[in-house]
């Protein structure tokens, strides 16, 4: 290994042939790169230098043979540091691959190579001239070989979709079930436990927080913190090995790999939540790990009249500059190589109103390049569709194929549910699809991914918990997080032994549960929601890699109940089309006809009036979706047809006699969902007169059988789930 060779300019990223590697990185404004070689991750400088021979249209490569998968190294870049003109280039600083498929060791802010605060600024003379190398990861290069088998994506239409928000770690580092060795990590979430408990509770997706790899910030480490959440990336092609069950130069590439399998195997889809609005290198005052050093004018928005300072529509120091072709390329590449070698079957896209914007009134390619991509178009894209820009909250605007985060589902069924006045008719629309969001534009119901929580806010148990939040292990003073919850704590802050505001409490959840899986939409449930898990009033736990935001499986009769009542949500809504149609309700089949999919009614059983509507003390309303005539079709073109349901709705604090519909044909009602019966829910007893006694702050679902309710197409029917204890999973078939 004494000789550099010319090598190639694509593909980018270090790329091992079987006899060598051929290095590629992209930089228009450096002056000269080099390539270095470290022996070991513990070494504090590289063995080998190399300066990479050739440029072609601002690639810069060369191929090295003899090198093996594992090898491990990082480039110093070469230009001009001039921050007054946007150049911050600087060879004393190790750099990341932008492409690397792996990285070893994390970022380490060492005082006298980092040590500079807001207010104190970077200094080329002192802190820029002390080398980074002994602080900064490697990059390693990967052996993508993989034994995939018969691997394959589940595909699950997007609207037959319930997906689950969940953390790697956190998910599994308190899980009893799962081997200590492997808690925390791919291989731990992988285990059969936790699969069959998934498997069991009916999810269809898994969402994982940021796995690329992440720094932490260097406020956190003063305290004593550490970025839990992950929204700092620095390397969008590596999937990050502090969450890998073995330590060492590339492990947790394969580790994912089979991560995934397990979970295709069980019939669950892979999404990954991924950030590429911006990266952990920071603002002017943050370190230069990689992409600030490769070349900052490209890679980075910067204000166009001082190009020493970053455009942040992030609240996170700097925004990617997706107008720029080679950072547009490296956004794309990086989702193909997710979706092509990691298998992955979709992207929830962090801030994605930043990607899109562009120079002045000319947004960025992002959408059509995606549009227009024959591996990216035919994977699930959901987008959250904001960011702290101007013109940046954009609910409703994203063209198809994309789904979308739907705040506004969120904020109005808490009002809603908390028994603000007024929220009825909106109430109304965001649970049939939110139809003035999303279907002007060509989209469907589907496109509405509803939530009621996500990771960033109250947990579901803590929304009918506490009033205000209380971030005080943050340590910024309970200033931190959103003071606008929308939360209502049922009597009292925090926990209690009133059994009338514990009940309450829980009948609140089951509500909330109910209404997100009776939604027309895409139900995004949190992890932990369906096990009443509390963060102790936490609404930005983004710092606590601690049990406040690890998953407690402490079993207990509560955590069972609501776990075995969201089982049968989501068992109900596969089992009916009727809550996961294709296409929006119209309500009157055809002009004048007096045959409807859909009807609005009110306690009285007649058809809600537009004067009641606007009647600001609606609190109490009932939903007939007629199956008879749904006048739709599956993916191949068969007729679907479902039962007559009957959702009531009363978010009052008195009980309510429901005069129930007499149509069509004189129904003998069925009850299938009372959230005020916390025992038997319900389940199969009919009405013992036409009157139903609707309780206070409650939801029930009541059905007409017209045929036998059927399966969903081409899948086998879901048996009927029992409460799952801990230990006593249901197995994976």
Request: with cysteine; glycine share 10%.
């Amino acid at each position: 290994m004494a000789s550099i060779w010319p090598g190639k300019p694509a593909p980018l990223g270090a790329t091992w042939d079987g006899q060598g590697v051929n290095f590629a990185l992209f930089s228009a404004n450096a002056t000269r790169v080099e390539l270095c070689l470290f022996d070991s991750p513990e070494a504090p400088r590289e063995a080998t230098r190399f300066t990479l021979p050739e440029r072609s249209e601002d690639i810069w490569h060369g191929y090295v043979p003899g090198l093996e998968p594992g090898q491990l190294y990082g480039y110093r870049v070469y230009g001009p540091y001039n921050p007054a003109q946007g150049h911050r280039f600087n060879p004393h600083k190790l750099l990341i691959d932008p492409y690397a498929k792996a990285l070893s060791g994390t970022f380490d802010w060492d005082n006298s190579l980092y040590g500079y605060r807001v207010g104190s600024p970077y200094t080329d003379l002192t802190i820029g001239k002390r080398d980074s190398a002994p602080h900064v990861p490697r990059s390693v290069v990967v052996d993508q070989r993989f034994d995939w088998g018969s691997d394959r994506s589940p595909n699950t239409p997007l609207r037959e979709s319930v997906i689950y928000e969940l953390h790697v770690k956190g998910f599994t580092k308190l899980h009893p079930d799962v081997p200590t060795p492997l808690r925390g990590t791919y291989a731990g979430l992988a285990s059969k436990p936790v699969v069959a408990y998934l498997k069991s509770l009916g999810v269809t997706a898994i969402e994982l927080m940021p796995i690329h790899h992440f720094i932490n910030d260097q406020h956190l480490i003063d305290k004593g913190l550490t970025n839990y959440w992950g929204y700092q990336s620095i390397g969008f092609f590596a999937p990050d090995p502090r969450f890998a069950s073995q330590f060492g130069q590339g492990e947790q590439v394969a580790e994912f790999k089979q991560m995934v399998k397990a979970f295709h195997a069980a019939g669950i889809e892979v999404i990954l939540d991924v950030v590429y609005n911006h990266t952990g290198e920071g603002n002017q005052l943050g370190p230069t790990i990689g992409f600030r050093g490769l070349d900052n004018a490209a890679y980075y928005r910067l204000v166009r009249d001082n190009p020493r300072y970053y455009m942040d529509y992030t609240g996170t120091g700097n925004s990617l500059n997706t107008t720029h072709p080679r950072v547009l390329q490296l956004v794309i590449d990086s989702l193909r190589y997710w979706v092509n070698e990691m298998h992955v079957d979709g992207f929830r896209f962090d801030l994605a109103r930043t990607l899109i914007r562009g120079e002045g009134d000319r947004p960025s390619a992002f959408f059509d390049v995606i549009k227009l991509d024959p591996v990216l178009s035919q994977v699930k894209l959901i987008a959250e569709p904001w960011d702290v820009g101007p013109d940046g909250y954009w609910v409703g605007r994203f063209p198809a194929p994309w789904a979308e985060w739907n705040g506004r589902y969120r904020d109005n069924v808490r009002k809603f549910w908390k028994g603000d006045g007024g929220q009825a008719a909106e109430f109304a629309s965001r649970i049939m699809g939110s139809m003035d969001l999303y279907r002007h534009n060509g989209r469907r119901p589907f496109h509405s991914v509803n939530f009621v929580t996500a990771h960033d806010g109250f947990t579901l148990r803590d929304l009918v918990s506490y009033n205000e939040k209380h971030n005080d292990a943050n340590g910024e003073g309970n200033r931190d997080g959103d003071t606008h919850n929308n939360a209502w704590n049922c009597g009292a802050e925090g926990p209690t032994d009133e059994p009338a505001i514990k009940e309450l409490r829980l009948r609140q959840i089951r509500n909330f549960l109910a209404t997100l899986l009776l939604s027309q939409g895409t139900p995004l449930i949190v992890a932990g929601d369906e096990r009443g898990r509390t963060q102790g009033g936490n609404n930005n736990a983004y710092c606590q890699d601690n049990e406040i935001s690890w998953i407690d499986w402490s079993p207990s009769p509560d955590a069972e109940a609501l776990c075995a009542f969201s089982q049968r949500l989501i068992d109900l809504r596969h089992r009916h089309p009727l809550l996961h149609r294709r296409i929006f309700f119209q309500g009157p089949l055809s002009p004048g006809s007096d045959e409807y999919d859909v009807e609005w009614l009110s306690p009285d059983g007649q058809e809600i009036s537009p004067g009641l509507w606007n009647n600001s003390e609606l609190r109490c309303i009932g939903l007939l979706l007629n199956g008879r005539v749904m006048r739709e079709v599956d993916e191949r073109g068969r007729p679907v047809h479902d039962d007559v349901l009957l959702i009531l709705f009363n978010a009052g604090h008195d009980p309510i006699p429901f005069i129930l519909p007499d149509w069509p044909d004189d129904p003998a009602w069925e009850v299938l969902v009372d959230t005020a019966d916390p025992i038997g829910n319900g389940g199969g007893r009919q009405p013992t007169s036409e009157v139903y006694q609707l309780q206070p702050r409650s939801l029930a679902v009541l059905a007409e059988r017209a045929v036998p309710p059927p399966p969903p197409p081409d899948v086998k029917a879901v048996p009927k789930l029992e409460p799952v204890p801990l230990g006593k999973l249901v197995p994976v078939t």
